[in-house]
């Protein structure tokens, strides 16, 4: 089964940054592969990839890129996270925009960076890490399957220079 999201991508460097940050996972904690970490704005499951393209293509194409940086750890049942801090109101406004149907849990931006049996097994001692910062211009559409994430196509949302 073939199921869909919206993400960003981590930038290469972004990803070296935290890779060289965290420490060596327990061996009960399979850590999530470093080519597929990203920050989720929304999920489709189920879809049609093109309709889905063109439906996000216009529902987002005209909202600004956010800046962005990786800083805290946190978790949800079975799952380590790293947590996503700089324009949060933008990304909330993208999730906003790409959602079909609104989850009743707040949006939490994050990147999963392991996978545990036992919820709270497992938060690496990053103490104040805080990556580097970077504007997230391009919003990603990635099909799933059997835990295998393929790009699917992209938007590129508008970037307005700071000076």
Do not use: C
């Not at 089964?1 to 060289?20: D, K, Q, S």
């Not at 009743?104 to 001692?125: A, F, K």
């Not at 992209?154 to 000076?163: A, D, K, M, Q, Y």
């Amino acid at each position: 089964m073939t199921r869909y999201f919206a993400a960003f991508a981590l930038p290469e460097e972004v990803a070296a940054h935290l890779a060289a940050a965290l420490p060596a996972f327990p061996p009960r904690v399979r850590p999530e592969p470093r080519h597929q970490w990203h920050i989720t704005v929304a999920y489709y499951g189920e879809d049609d990839p093109e309709a889905r393209m063109s439906w996000l293509a216009w529902r987002v194409g005209a909202h600004p890129a956010p800046r962005v940086r990786l800083t805290g750890v946190g978790g949800f049942p079975g799952v380590t996270w790293m947590g996503v801090a700089g324009d949060l109101a933008a990304l909330a406004a993208l999730n906003d925009a790409a959602v079909v149907e609104k989850e009743s849990r707040p949006y939490l931006p994050h990147v999963t960076i392991g996978r545990q049996p036992r919820p709270g097994e497992w938060y690496p001692d990053l103490g104040d890490y805080a990556g580097p910062e970077w504007i997230a211009r391009d919003l990603v559409l990635y099909s799933s399957e059997q835990g295998r994430y393929t790009r699917v196509g992209g938007v590129r949302l508008r970037h307005e220079p700071t000076w």
